[in-house]
């Protein structure tokens, strides 16, 4: 007589494609499988971005003899930084789905899309603003002293206010003169930096060839439409940032109405449509 056969031992959970569940465990394992294949893209991405930024220094400095290195423009190469550097990065993110073989490696991956979309949102507005901000900072603080010793060569002693060229520490540090970035000001360029993050990712999951290319093109489509929209509508632009320059008053409900469909609604759009791309990619 056979005897009965031992039951299998159980398989570990896999997500299936469309299902929105959410494991702590699995998200990890996706994390470090993540990190393994791609932390040396990641590294030279951030190596590329210090080579640049340092050759933007040399350059300046010598030619401005430390002028332009104030706080306030320090803060414009910051920001002008991440909103390139990081649009390029987020356009990579998915940069294996434009190849067969590596698409199918990354949508089989057992993970549901809310974890893998997740990780996505981690890492590009996350972990990459954090690894830029170390890296400017980094190279910010000696610029900071060479710009302080340029142009105390160049003026007689005391001309030279130290405030002026004080380390710019972006949501951290308040800002000394009135015609720099306030905190509230910052936070809207970092909001606006996640919203094209997020282009540049839904981008990279809609478009099959030349994905950043495209999308850059439809950006810049898309910005000067805007741009002539607001200027044949006689629009405000104050109107626009009203919440960042303390200008809304509590009892405007149609300003305020309009800033959160702007800094809010806008951006956690941009991001769900990123989800439904990637959704859309796990079910064909």
């Known amino acids: ?87 390029v990065f987020a356009g990579r993110y998915f940069d294996g789905m434009a190849r067969r073989e590596s698409a199918l490696l990354t949508l089989m991956r057992p993970a549901s899309v809310l974890e893998k979309w997740l990780l996505c949102v981690v890492v590009v507005a996350v972990v990459y603003p954090l690894c830029y901000t170390l890296l400017f900072l980094a190279m910010s603080w000696p610029a900071q002293g060479v710009a302080l010793a340029l142009r105390a060569s160049w003026q007689q002693a005391g001309a030279v206010d130290p405030q002026d060229y004080a380390l710019f520490v972006p949501l951290v540090r308040t800002p000394l003169r009135e ?25 990279s999951l809609y478009f099959r060839r030349a994905t950043m290319l495209k999308t ?5 489509v898309l910005f000067v439409i805007t741009v002539m929209t607001g200027a044949l509508s006689g629009a405000r632009g104050e109107v626009l940032v009203a919440w960042w320059n303390g200008r809304a008053g509590w009892g405007d409900m149609a300003l305020h109405a309009i800033n959160a469909v702007l800094w809010l609604a806008l951006p956690l759009l941009l991001w769900g449509q990123t989800y439904l791309h990637l959704r859309d990619k796990e079910l064909l």
């Open 1 to 87: 007589m056979n005897s009965p056969s031992a039951p299998a031992p159980p398989s570990a959970p896999r997500a299936s494609p469309g299902s929105p569940r959410f494991s702590w465990s699995r998200f990890q394992r996706l994390a470090r499988a993540h990190w393994a294949e791609h932390a040396r893209q990641y590294l030279g991405h951030l190596a590329v971005t210090g080579v640049l930024y340092g050759v933007l220094l040399l350059f300046t400095l010598s030619v401005s003899r430390g002028t332009v290195f104030t706080t306030g423009g320090q803060s414009a190469y910051y920001f002008w930084g991440l909103y390139l550097t990081g649009f």
């Open 179 to 203: 015609s720099l970035l306030s905190i509230p000001q910052q936070w809207g360029f970092f909001i606006v930096a996640w919203a094209l993050q997020a282009v540049a990712v839904t981008g």
């Open 216 to 220: 850059l093109a439809l950006c810049v």
